[in-house]
């Protein structure tokens, strides 16, 4: 029986973890290495060694509606999209009023998790820490390894011929706190990630020139959508995913590209994807266009060579006279606290888990890898469930299917994921299709057939609307009483956010909607009976 469980980590997934197991009657104990919770998302002035880093202006690519836990929505008055030190904030408040800070041991590393010479017939894990140059072995039932994916820079140097001669500054986007030292300099932006425009847009604000150099393209997004909504509460819903799965692939990829080019033409703009149907993650910058039409950003292709003073691309070009290069080239995952690394990278170095949490091998199903996914949708409520799954393996109260079966259901999601973002190793899968396979498991998705029938209104926002994280508190273990409350005035408070000024009403629209979803009534109760 387990008892005692061990949480790596006191960032969004950590404390998730920290709250699962004290709601299931588990002791969890939650070791961090810094002063603070928030992981990520607690700013530093400086990049420190083994811990997350990001720059002053960081703000959220997902809006609050969408990316809160599923029991605690954030304050009416938050903005839509927040800048770090507000999540942050919400991040601490979680904290206090779950009485979660009295489970973390602050200033606490873990150095090594290691299986127990019984673990065979126990399940249970020997952890070492320190702390104040002091070392402690304790014994746990479990672990839960919740310390991220952005800690480990990845910095491919040998890919880029000459770095060693070159006499400017390099270094990785980690290490990049704000734009101030660049002023007046050519600074070239290596990466065209989140980070990468994020930086780049901001350094042109002072920099003389910057570059932003990009080997395979992306597609780039706005938060603010169709009639200045939020982007995820309009293309993250049940009906989107619904749509996506029935349509032949054709026509799917169609509309895919035709609605990723509904602001601007990214070809026009020398950021079209080379593989323009691959649903790998798009970017999210709302300057970069503009900052590329004004000059002040200029796409490059990637770097053949680096000069003393100069860069060559590969279509032939040479920029001179380059001050800084900053690396936005991603990060690596690793755990080098773990004794036996393979334990979770267990085949060719790859991560193979088992619903994306669990690796699949162990004698005893009681380790579990929290926020090791990426998808459209946000961490934060994918890592609530993913502890809500887990800590009901731990209890025996989720069974798991044999290991061949777990191999060979996590050969077919690579064979998908190879599919739809090119490649079986990437960590990125469908948000709603993901959560509602975790919730189904635990008898917390909704049931949409009942809802149609008992409560339509709730039914018809549940599918039409935003997959927001209420959902999956409904009903089943851990149910919240405001769940259905805080859908219905999901869009209210979106709206709160930014209706900041006393306007005079519009014209009453003509109820499309409400019209469409009579007509649609047959049509809803067949997918229904399909989707439950």
């Given amino acids: ?59 959220t690519n997902s809006c609050k509606e969408m990316m809160c836990y599923s029991d605690f929505p954030f304050p009416d008055d938050h903005p839509n999209y927040m800048h770090n030190t507000r999540l942050q904030h919400y991040i601490c408040k979680y904290a206090e009023h779950f009485n979660l800070l009295r489970h973390i041991r602050f200033k606490t590393l873990v150095t090594k998790v290691k299986k127990r ?31 991220g994916h952005h800690v480990y820079p990845n910095l491919p140097l040998d890919d880029f011929p000459g770095i060693q001669k070159f006499k400017g500054c390099y270094f990785h986007s980690r290490e990049y706190k704000e734009p101030e030292k660049f002023r007046g300099k050519k600074v070239l932006v290596v990466g065209l990630g989140n980070s990468g425009c994020d930086i780049a847009a901001e350094l042109s604000t002072v920099a003389s020139q910057v570059y932003l150099s990009s080997r395979s393209g992306s597609w780039v997004m706005s938060r603010v959508w169709d009639n200045g909504y939020p982007w995820d509460m ?3 819903t049940r009906f989107h995913t619904w749509l996506g799965n029935i349509l032949p692939t054709a026509l799917s990829d169609w509309l895919y590209v035709r609605g990723m080019n509904r602001f601007f033409k990214h070809e026009n703009f020398g950021l079209m994807p080379l593989d323009r149907t691959s649903r790998k993650e798009p970017v999210f910058n709302d300057d970069l266009p503009s900052r590329i039409a004004c000059g002040v950003v200029v796409i490059k292709p990637n770097v053949k060579e680096f000069r003393e003073t100069s ?14 290069v900053v690396f936005a080239t991603g990060y ?20 193979t888990l088992y619903k994306g949490i669990l ?33 009901k393996v731990f209890q025996g109260q989720c069974l798991l299917p044999p290991v061949s079966e777990m191999m060979d259901d996590i050969d077919e999601k690579m064979g998908k994921k190879l599919k739809w973002y090119r490649s079986s190793t990437t960590l990125q899968t469908d948000y709603i299709t993901y959560m509602d396979e975790l919730a189904s498991a635990i008898g917390v998705k909704p049931n949409m057939l009942k809802l149609l029938l008992t409560d339509p209104r709730l039914a018809l926002e549940l599918f039409f609307g935003p997959c927001t994280p209420y959902q999956f508190r409904l009903t089943g273990p851990g149910k919240w009483s405001g769940a259905r409350k805080a859908i219905l005035t999901q869009w209210d408070r979106t ?5 900041t000024r006393i306007t005079p009403a519009a014209p009453t629209p003509f109820p499309f909607l409400a019209v469409l979803g009579m007509l649609f009534l047959p049509l809803l109760l067949l997918l229904a009976a399909l989707y439950c």
Wanted: with cysteine.
């Fill in 1 to 59: 029986m387990v008892l005692r469980v061990a949480v790596v980590g006191a960032g969004v997934s950590g404390l998730a973890a920290t709250k699962c197991c004290l709601d299931e009657g588990l002791e969890p104990t939650c070791f961090e290495r810094s002063e603070d919770v928030g992981g990520l998302w607690h700013y530093t002035e400086q990049a420190e060694e083994g811990r997350a880093s990001i720059y002053r202006t960081v703000f």
């Fill in 117 to 147: 010479p019984d673990f065979a017939e126990t399940g249970q894990w020997e952890v070492v820490t320190q702390r104040d140059g002091k070392e402690e072995t304790a014994v746990f039932d479990a672990v839960m390894v919740c310390s």
């Fill in 234 to 236: 309009l293309v993250i």
């Fill in 311 to 324: 860069v060559l691309f590969q279509d032939g070009t040479v920029q001179e006279d380059v001050d800084a």
């Fill in 332 to 351: 690596s995952y690793l755990y080098p606290f773990m004794e036996d690394d393979s334990i979770i990278k267990s085949r060719d170095n790859q991560v």
């Fill in 359 to 391: 690796p699949p091998q162990l004698e005893k199903p009681t380790m579990a890898v929290i926020g090791l996914v990426q998808s459209l949708g946000p961490i934060i409520p994918t890592a609530d469930l993913q502890c809500r799954w887990a800590v």
């Fill in 495 to 499: 709206l709160r956010a930014t209706q």
